[in-house]
């Protein structure tokens, strides 16, 4: 038995699907904790296969080499250097878990379930796994850690349990991906519950990185029996601490060691869709990402979370002007463009506007000009950039933010047209209000300038699609503040009409704006993925028919 510990928590990065070089990256973490006097070290949540893995899961082969992996993971332990805590998927008696495994002298020791498994909003674990009975501790150097997994913790009766069985600290490994304020939920509202309710100090550890729709903070902390933190690591970046523990008379207790300051409001935000947009195209092999820089705040943010996640150097910037573009639009994106220091040209769409209106003069004859001749613009310069795409390489990036998904104010087949949007889940007064905090400070994950990366005067001139004379976006939607403020009702609280009229907002115009977010489902169905920021995103939180009748008012 002994009186001390040293616990490394590794908060890594992980590709799912990549057992190798998830097993390399262990190795490495193992061998610099050994440089620190470890005496165990800790991986996030399936760290093996990565996190989530979906349907992957469900593929033998892949269950079978996560198996295999384990094994020469744990042989590696044999040389008297540190164990080691490792997430994988698990089949016993013909059923799929989600656990963590101890890999200590050579074997794996101890296998652990996790018991709680989410099935809500972006997760649906209970179609993949099935839960594991209430877990025992396992003992590792005569010490007694419980090792709930993720959403163990997030219910008070596995902690409960492991305390009851023993267990003298608890280590919770997890894949909890980011959303708005969730650090705080996690440290105050969660783990800091569990831990003065059993008296037991409590290591969570969490991973970092993008993977598709979803992107994790980090954001890793140990908390002791008495609710204090005592360490706090980084968010948005990988990181290794070597925590010390010692027995004391009333239990065991983490020294008290880095509290790393986290990324305030609104640079978590903008932190996020960087680190996610990076791994997504670094992950699928793209070279860099191209877009229309048109001189609106959208497509100008786009650019710069780019420059951040690639570097300005991978960034392709294109102006596609129409007869209705603004000299001020294009003064605008040329000197974005510059600020930035990335690749841009010039592509008027003119050419290809008037072959439209040539080839489609006899089918139109008889028709009034209406918004099929907008749309159209867009789709030639959602086929221009498309091309580009196609013929070079780069991933082709959409800049529609949350406000105009909600409501179908983009042009499927056109604007809608790409690979990834960074702003999929950013209503338009979050851009506002990343766009401010970008062009005065540079995010501790950034890649772009240091300076601005944008002209003051795109932020302040009010939002236009520019497709038809003096166009604003206010001619076809409420004003931002009012319409954002709808849309948290519908959406991110799933609130009627009758209870948003209570609140003071106008009958007509909340009938309206939720009848245009029912019709435009349809088109989000076919957008392309974008990162998480808040509770109800389009697509694996939300998840609405596309064909209903339904209506609140």
Request: hydrophobic letters at 40%; one cysteine or more; a negative charge.
């Amino acid at each position: 038995m002994t009186d001390t510990l040293a616990i490394t928590l590794a908060q890594l990065n992980q590709t799912v699907g990549d057992l190798a070089a998830n097993s390399a990256a262990m190795l490495a973490a193992r061998d610099r904790a050994r440089s620190a006097g470890a005496d165990l070290v800790v991986f996030p949540e399936m760290q093996l296969i990565g996190y989530p893995p979906e349907d992957l899961v469900l593929k033998p082969a892949l269950i079978e080499r996560a198996a295999a992996g384990l094994e020469q993971l744990a042989l590696a332990t044999a040389d008297g250097g540190p164990a080691m805590l490792v997430g994988s998927v698990f089949v016993r008696d013909g059923n799929l878990h989600n656990g963590v495994a101890l890999l200590d002298q050579g074997k794996i020791a101890a296998v652990r379930f996790k018991h709680e498994l989410p099935n809500y909003g972006t997760f649906d674990e209970m179609r993949l796994f099935e839960p594991g009975p209430l877990p025992e501790p396992i003992v590792f150097k005569g010490v007694m850690i419980g090792l709930p997994i993720c959403e163990d913790i997030w219910h008070p009766d596995v902690c409960r349990h492991l305390a009851d069985f023993g267990a003298e600290l608890l280590i919770c490994i997890n894949g909890s991906p980011y959303e708005i304020d969730k650090d705080t939920l996690r440290i105050d509202g969660v783990a800091k519950r569990r831990a003065v309710d059993t008296g037991l100090p409590l290591a969570y550890l969490n991973r970092v990185g993008g993977q598709d729709e979803l992107v994790f903070d980090g954001a890793s902390f140990v908390v002791n029996g008495d609710g204090s933190l005592a360490v706090q690591m980084t968010d948005w970046e990988e990181q290794e601490i070597t925590t010390r523990w010692t027995r004391t008379a009333t239990g065991w207790r983490c020294d008290r060691g880095v509290i790393e300051p986290l990324s305030d409001h609104p640079e978590d935000i903008y932190c996020a869709m960087v680190l996610a947009l990076r791994d997504y195209v670094n992950r699928n092999r793209f070279p860099g990402v191209v877009l229309g820089l048109s001189g609106g705040i959208d497509s100008a943010i786009c650019a710069a979370i780019a420059a951040d996640a690639l570097g300005p150097e991978r960034v392709w910037c294109v102006m596609l002007p129409s007869r209705f573009t603004s000299q001020e639009s294009l003064d605008d994106a040329t000197e974005c463009a510059r600020l930035i220091g990335c690749r841009y040209e010039t592509i008027p769409i003119q050419p290809a506007v008037a072959g439209f209106d040539a080839m489609l003069e006899g089918s139109f004859a008889d028709a009034a000009v209406d918004i099929t001749e907008e749309n159209l613009q867009s789709r030639i310069r959602g086929v221009t950039l498309m091309a580009l795409s196609n013929k070079f390489g780069p991933m082709l990036l959409t800049t529609g933010n949350k406000s105009e998904m909600s409501v179908g104010y983009a042009t499927i087949y056109g604007d809608m047209a790409g690979g990834y949007n960074p702003l999929k889940d950013a209503y338009k007064l979050t851009v506002f209000a990343v766009s401010k905090w970008r062009n005065r400070h540079k995010p501790k994950i950034g890649l772009g300038p240091d300076g601005p990366v944008m002209p003051d005067t795109i932020i302040a001139k009010p939002p236009s699609a520019e497709l038809r004379p003096d166009q604003k976006d206010s001619d076809s939607l409420p004003e931002y503040p009012v319409l954002d403020a709808i849309l948290l009702g519908l959406v991110e609280h799933e609130k009627s009409v009758p209870q948003l009229v209570a609140e003071g907002f106008d009958h007509a115009t909340v009938v309206r704006i939720e009848r245009l977010l029912h019709l435009a489902e349809y088109k989000r169905r076919q957008a392309p993925p974008g990162v998480k920021l808040g509770t109800r995103n389009f697509g694996r939180d939300r998840r609405y028919p596309i064909s209903h009748a339904f209506r609140s008012a």
